[in-house]
């Protein structure tokens, strides 16, 4: 079965940093790029970061570049979001995602992850 | 950057009706265009890809068309479970979504 399954959400403080992790099976993790995606709530879907299959290229939106660095171990099968200088709008569920053809980086999202929850708050 | 406008932001619907959800692009996309459902506590899933090619297990009665700017999601008979709220998708933007109620 392909799945995602995130996890390192939390309660942080201003400031603060936190690193997600996102677990893949089920696929030829190395074959496809991963996104990361966040929703606030109540709010509508925010596409925070991508990385291609090898991890050579990286990709933010301006509202987290700079702050965040996406990651992937293609031997663990593993993608990261290591985010740095949180801020309270970073507040959101973090969702991770798989790009559905190979090889492509902008694309449909296939397979999604739960989700992990991440505040940012005092 | 290209911004997607959806259209309404919220709609009722009884059982049975036909719904039509519109996205237009601030400039032309081709058919790089993705339609997702989400319901509450849940993560999203694809349902259409390249603006009306139907996601392998997704009902026949969805359907999406359109290409350049103006795409449609239409649900042929809404079905109980297809209350949720519905984004469009181009490259790294999505639509603000429509909340699909019941009427």
């Known amino acids: 079965e392909v799945q995602l399954v995130e996890s390192g959400g939390g309660l942080v403080q201003p400031g603060g940093s936190l690193r997600l992790s996102c677990a893949a099976s089920?696929?030829?993790?190395?074959?496809?790029?991963m996104s990361w995606v966040r929703q606030a709530p109540g709010k509508g879907l925010e596409w925070v970061s991508a990385?291609?299959?090898?991890?050579?290229?990286?990709y933010y939106a301006d509202s987290v570049k700079g702050r965040f660095t996406i990651s992937r171990d293609n031997s663990k099968n593993t993608l990261y979001l290591q985010m740095n200088s949180l801020r309270a709008e970073d507040t959101a569920v973090y969702y991770c995602a798989k790009s559905a053809n190979s090889g492509y980086v902008y694309d449909a999202f296939d397979i999604w992850g739960q989700g992990t929850m991440v505040t940012v708050s005092s | 950057d290209i911004q997607m406008t959806q259209s309404p932001s919220s709609l009722s619907a009884s059982v049975g009706d036909r719904v039509t959800i519109t996205c237009r692009a601030s400039q032309s996309i081709s058919s790089y265009l993705n339609w997702y459902q989400q319901k509450p506590g849940k993560a999203p899933k694809l349902l259409i890809y390249a603006a009306s090619s139907l996601q392998s297990g997704v009902p026949s009665r969805f359907s999406g068309s359109g290409s350049g700017t103006d795409f449609t999601l239409t649900i042929s008979s809404l079905q109980p479970e297809d209350f949720a709220t519905y984004y469009c998708?181009?490259?790294?933007?999505f639509g603000q979504g429509t909340k699909l109620e019941i009427k």
């Open positions: 990385i291609s299959g090898s991890g050579g290229s990286t």
């Open positions: 998708q181009q490259r790294d933007t």
């Open positions: 089920g696929f030829t993790f190395s074959s496809y790029a």
